[in-house]
């Protein structure tokens, strides 16, 4: 048999970075060309594959696929699908292998976060169980920092450099018109179980009294009047309170600040809005002057700002899934494995798809300061290394300049399939 082409799609919410990690995957195919024929990247992830609609990734020049290290968004398409599950709903399943027989493909690269995980996995099982040569790597990705074993996630270092620097910019506009205006300013962040991209706000904190002077985390519970009495000893003592808040603050019986009644396409629950929320408590309880944003996809698509560090490990993720797959490893996901703290130093390792899929990593306690209210000093040394150094895009007029790729698509050799 001829050399096997390879497939790679993206999943789920996408990142700063994460077509950096495409970059890595396809530039570090070309370089083993005698192992590994065309890239084709599923359009609209994962559905892609399920449609038949594969682009063509040697289509694109050097260059091209070189400007996708700078450019944000997910270049190919992503989705939030979760396949279901194998036993009940096989047809899923044999329709990729169908569609990796009938274009040559014996590589799987998926790049996504904890569901990508368990679908990459349950691939590469059913690809086994039926003696089909695949070999199936997760590239790993998410800004909510959640995936165990490695480190930390690609995504999260700039989506973390974007709340601490938005931080501490809003806090010096909030404090300077403190005196006759706005008295607390809630900044909501991403994070639906996890508190680690709030945390990252408390980089903005430079000792006693500087924002922010709440962090609200998944991981501790909310309790009204404890907030409350906080927020306003704050403006007291201040003259003004900026919170960072976590979408996925939950009371004590794990019931969400901000439930929105519905859920998405993977069944997380949906959240509606907990800076709102929390607006109309400090209006109801204290009477101050607020204002609220929410980072949204601000946060995660905010390329200009993002960490060099976290450009740099998320091309090594995607340059090791290959290289990890070329050396016959297949359910695997390369992780970020720190080797040293001060100088900070990582190196590429190598997880099992069974120890990640499913599963959330969640801030440790004591990364939290004792009132829960703040990051501990352990938790800043874990942070500040991940959002160092600046990796501007290129500029032209003022604007950043960024990729825009033609899917050329392979013509397609099966029948239609309705995911």
């Known amino acids: 048999m001829s050399k096997q082409n390879a497939f790679y799609a993206q999943s789920g919410g996408v990142t700063a970075v994460i077509n950096a990690s495409a970059c890595g995957v ?13 890239v084709y990247a599923g359009r609209n992830g994962i559905l892609g594959a399920l449609t038949e609609e594969l682009i063509d990734t040697s289509a694109l020049s050097d260059e091209t696929v070189a400007a996708l290290r700078h ?30 027989k009938a ?43 959640d995936l165990p074993i490695t480190d930390n996630c690609p995504g999260f270092g700039s989506v973390a450099k974007y709340i601490a620097v938005s931080t501490k910019e809003a806090a010096m506009d909030i404090e300077s018109m403190s005196a006759t205006s706005t008295k607390v300013f809630i900044l909501e962040v991403m994070g639906r179980h996890a508190g680690w991209i709030a945390g990252a706000g408390g980089l903005a904190g430079e000792g006693e009294g500087s924002a922010p002077h709440l962090i609200i985390f998944p991981e501790i519970p909310f309790d009204r009047g404890t ?20 979408e996925g603050a939950r009371y004590s019986d794990g019931s969400f600040l901000a439930d929105a009644g519905t859920t998405d396409a993977f069944g997380h629950k949906q959240l509606g809005g907990v800076a ?10 204290l009477g101050y002057k607020y204002h609220w944003a ?49 100088p900070y130093a990582w190196e590429i390792g190598e997880a099992p798809l069974s120890k990640i899929a499913n599963a959330e990593k969640f801030m440790p306690r004591d990364y939290i300061t004792p009132d829960g ?6 938790g800043r040394k874990y942070f500040t290394p991940l959002i160092q150094g600046e990796d501007y895009p290129p500029y032209k007029d003022g604007m950043p300049v960024y990729v825009k ?11 239609d399939f309705e995911p």
């Open 373 to 378: 209210f703040g990051i501990s000093d352990l």
């Open 103 to 145: 274009h040559n493909i014996g590589y799987f690269f998926y790049n996504g976060g904890n569901d990508s995980a368990d679908t990459c996995l349950k691939i590469a099982q059913l690809a086994e169980s039926i003696g089909y040569p695949l070999k199936a790597v997760h590239v790993p990705k998410t800004v909510d920092n």
């Open 26 to 38: 396809i530039e570090t195919a070309r370089k083993h060309g005698d192992s590994i024929g065309t």
């Open 405 to 415: 790729l033609q899917h050329k698509l392979v013509e397609k050799k099966l029948g």
């Open 227 to 246: 907030v409350m009495a906080r927020i306003d000893d704050c403006v007291k003592k201040f003259g003004y309170c900026v919170i960072v808040v976590s």
């Open 294 to 342: 929410v980072a949204d996809y601000l946060q995660r698509s905010a390329r200009h700002l993002a960490s060099a560090t976290d450009v740099e490990q998320a091309y090594a993720v995607g340059k090791a899934a290959v290289e990890f797959a070329l050396a016959g490893k297949t359910s695997v996901m390369p992780a970020i494995m720190r080797t040293s703290e001060s």
């Open 71 to 100: 450019t944000p968004g997910g270049a190919f398409g992503s989705c939030r699908y979760k396949l279901k599950d194998v036993e009940t709903h096989r047809a899923q399943y044999e329709r990729l292998i169908e569609v990796f």
């Open 276 to 285: 709102p929320s929390l607006a109309a408590m400090v209006k109801e309880d």
